[in-house]
């Protein structure tokens, strides 16, 4: 049988290999017109800069008389560390939050410390229990799913929202970009609660996680209606070219790279640079360059280039380590990449519900209770 072409976006770098993709009459992509309704809603410039005024002095008001007005995630990375240093630039008083799952770089412990010190951020860290932390990973390398690296997002997701609601804060700080990082791919990572807790369940051996928060959807509904804890991508609203980044975090917070995309963190290295291309053939490098495409901070062509001549470069000390620290044998570990992939298709979900409700939930974005980038990415 004849293999199906695998089409290409004209403009970007992301093709037919993606599940969830289509292509206009031009041959563009999906997530490129996903790029194009952000670009409407965050544009560049002198507007963008007035909604980010009026966005921080209404953070500040909000915050009066408290000891922070905001929440800022941080990981080390270049993206939470920019978020943080930007918003005592515009004079918030943000508390950094850090999970500690087991996986932190000394680069990352280093910046973390670094521009918390440099900056007078106090910082907030929660430690997640070994035992549990690990159960849940491999639980879902067991699932056979691409989302492994999903239970530390929405880990930090729910502990930013709980930590915001305790300390009666109104406004968490957000270090996404979709003019740098893209908008991934749903067939390449999907998280929600539900979904957390059904492979849990089903692949895990500890019964109940205690260490850590996973937040429900009604207790996010609860959050983002009824609480109004916004969540604002700070990075959206100003230019943020990375190299200049790199130069002016490393002047003024003393942070150091790491050599690639997320890599501040062990885990998150394995899994993109090794798990994710070995397994399912997903190179995550695609998204990150087709974002950069669309920004024109490089070319089609320099995009290409990298992609076709260089495989995803992986360290085996790193995927060794791994390996060993989540108590896999070899054997189990070669039953992991040899299964057959799966989906989040292949387990319970609110997706349906989601997608059911999107018009409600369009509604909920007009009102800034919902950002954008979700609403376009899973409910449209």
Known sequence: MEQAKVQTCTRCILDSTVADIWFDEKGVCKYCHIHDEMEKIFPEGEESQKKLLKIVEEIKKKGKGKKYDCIAGLSGGRDSTFVLFKAVELGLRPLAVHFDYGWNSDISVSNIKNACEKLNVDLHTVVADWEEFKDLQVAFLKSGTPDADIPADYAIYSILY??????????????????????SPISWTYMDSRYLKAVHK??????????????????????MFFKRIREIRLIEYV????????????????????SGHHHENNYTKFFQSFYLPQHFGFDKRKTELSALIRSKQITRDEAIKEIQNTEYPYDEKVVDYVINKLGLTEVDFDK???????????????????RALKF?????????????ILYLKYAK
């Open 162 to 183: 709980n930590t915001a609601y305790k300390e009666g804060i109104k406004y968490i700080l957000n270090g996404h970009s979709f003019r740098t990082e893209g908008t």
């Open 202 to 223: 089903k692949f895990g051996k500890i019964k109940k996680i205690k260490s850590f928060s996973i937040m429900s959807l009604s207790k996010l509904i609860y959050y």
């Open 239 to 258: 230019e943020y070219i990375k190299d200049d980044v790199d130069v002016l975090l490393s002047e003024k917070v003393n942070w150091k790279y790491y």
């Open 336 to 354: 992991i990449m040899k299964a057959k992939p799966k989906s989040f298709n292949d387990y319970p979900t609110y997706l349906p519900l989601i």
């Open 360 to 372: 409600p939930i369009k509604i909920a974005v007009k009102l800034h209770i919902i950002p954008h």
